[in-house]
């Protein structure tokens, strides 16, 4: 599981409850079945969360039309596909989900026995930490794709399908492989849930099912994101010779502890004997932790700001320009299509980790020995790399006039960094909230950070069942905004029009945005609702 908020697969979510009539365009008349819930109803046999999502799409594009050119990515066209991904995803909702987790890899290590060890078939680069880890991957990805090399990534949690979990050579492993994939080690998975105490977890499946993936294929490259924290995740059972660990945080505090360096010990778990470490800027005490651990076990150690680093930015047309120093020299002129400081950073550490793989600045002429050490990567490849790279639901524009943009944020760090990216990157006159969190999270810190952002704010909830109640959320809001500034909308669709609306009123088009946050389920939904490309 990522340090972002997921859904527990163990335990199939409830739609939310029907919402009161409302005088939202395109309803019922008074006594007429409501659209939204008729398809609701219709879709009540497949996965409760996405059939809510996906019949908000289609009334919320029936009323107002798609504003995007691409259709809302939807489930497998073939019947039979579908019915056979609904099946797997059915199997998997049975077992543990990602919020429910004993720190332990006793039982990822007994699958990877019965599968062979598929985890050792392949080099493999490790991303922790507590904020833009699924951002630093795609990009360590974006680069390792471009210089040839054949990648596997496995991430979590996923925006609008399972699939996006396991990406080969960049893009989701389609539908049927995905399917093929679970019968292949489903067997396996009998022989081990028979011998443990408690059966394989849903997110100790996707592990091996990724894993194997990458063994099959083969990947020269694997680029794997944790869970949570490190030392017990699951996907830790992998020797990786770059460990990258991004900014730490609190978060997932009832899990990982209360302070950096309890957090930050539970993360540099990832780190091996050997291995290079790839460190972000971190809090004093944090960096201690890590720096402690490499030194324990061996490990080389590069950190953002001295061995490596942005040197400059600037904010361009659809993103930023910038000066990269990586390990192996400078690296000018990379244009990279995300917003913000944050994410100026990430590719700096994307870049190092990629160097350190190749063995560009390891110690001694010979780097770890595997092959004679390069000076430094093409430039032209890491700028046409850079170039490339997408995240959708971070700072993701999906619709314009009025401008919206969807972010994952979920946490008091992450909102503070899309809070002074939005800030930076867009010139609005007037900002409206659309905020629906996860009941564990800080949500009063979060809130605070896109207080001096919003002209008002839209609390609602995703369709998760961890969702925070809306009634929960909007006293919370009232506390940071105030009562006037606070409208509260239970249904997500009901919450995009009516911030939309918000936005456009008094005719600033031009001005006037609507930024969706709160949770990756919230973007994600949000996406699905208006349209937003994969």
Do not use: C
């Not at 809130?447 to 809306?470: C, G, I, K, Q, Y």
């Amino acid at each position: 599981m990522t340090d972002q908020d997921r859904p527990d697969a163990s335990d199939p979510s409830e739609p939310p409850e029907p919402a009161e009539p409302s005088e939202s365009a395109g309803r019922g008349e008074p006594g007429e079945p409501d659209a939204f819930e008729e398809i609701v109803a219709a879709e009540a046999g497949r996965d409760p969360d996405l059939a809510t999502i996906e019949a908000g799409s289609r009334t919320l594009r029936a009323r107002a039309g798609s504003p995007s050119a691409t259709e809302v990515p939807a489930r497998p066209a073939d019947p039979a596909t579908d019915r056979a991904l609904a099946e797997v995803e059915a199997e998997l909702a049975t077992r543990w989900g990602e919020t429910k987790l004993e720190p332990s890899v006793v039982r990822i290590r007994a699958l990877m026995e019965v599968l062979g060890e598929p985890q050792h078939a392949f080099p493999s680069l490790h991303v922790t930490g507590t904020n833009g880890k699924t951002s630093t991957a795609r990009m360590i990805e974006a680069l390792l794709t471009s210089l040839e090399l054949r990648t596997g990534r496995y991430g979590s949690p996923h925006l609008q399908s399972i699939t996006e979990r396991i990406s080969l050579d960049g893009a989701p492993v389609p539908a049927e492989r995905f399917v093929e994939l679970y019968q292949e080690v489903r067997p396996y998975l009998q022989l081990v849930d028979d011998r443990e105490r408690h059966r394989l977890s849903f997110f100790e499946v996707l592990t091996g099912m990724a894993y194997a993936a990458f063994a099959d294929a083969p990947v020269d490259a694997a680029v794997v994101e944790v869970g949570m924290g490190g030392t017990w995740d699951a996907t830790n059972v992998i020797d990786a010779r770059v460990a990258v660990i991004t900014p730490i945080d609190l978060d997932h505090t009832d899990r990982l502890g209360t302070t950096p360096e309890q957090i930050a010990t539970e993360k540099s778990g990832i780190v091996k004997p050997g291995a290079t470490v790839v460190l972000a800027q971190q809090p004093v005490e944090a960096a201690a932790v890590v720096l402690r651990r490499a030194a324990e076990v061996g490990a080389e150690v590069v950190r953002e700001g001295l061995e490596f680093g942005v040197l400059a930015r600037e904010v361009a047309v659809g993103g930023q320009l910038l000066t990269l120093r990586g390990l192996g020299g400078e690296y000018e002129d990379v244009f990279l299509p995300l917003h913000g400081a944050h994410m100026a950073h990430n590719a700096a550490v994307a870049l190092a980790a990629v160097e350190a793989f190749l063995g560009i600045g390891a110690t001694g002429p010979e780097g770890r020995g595997e092959a004679p050490a390069r000076r430094a990567l093409d430039a032209d490849v890491v700028r046409e790399a850079f170039a490339s790279v997408t995240s959708p639901g971070r700072l993701e524009v999906v619709r314009s006039s009025p401008t919206v943009i969807l972010d994952a944020a979920h946490n008091p760090a992450g909102a503070r960094a899309t809070a002074a990216a939005v800030s930076e990157a867009f010139g609005f006159s007037r900002l409206v909230g659309v905020v629906g969190t996860s009941a564990d999270k800080d949500v009063a810190g979060l809130l605070a950070a896109f207080e001096p952002l919003f002209s008002e704010v839209v609390v609602t909830r995703n369709a998760t069942h961890r969702a925070m109640d809306v009634d929960r959320l909007a006293a919370l809001a009232v506390e940071v905004f105030g009562e006037d500034r606070v409208r509260v909308e239970p249904r997500l669709d009901d919450a995009l029009d009516a911030a939309i609306t918000l936005a456009e009123e008094e005719h600033e088009y031009a001005g006037a945005g609507v930024l969706v946050t709160g949770s990756v389920f919230t973007a994600g939904e949000a996406r699905l609702l208006l349209g937003g490309s994969r």
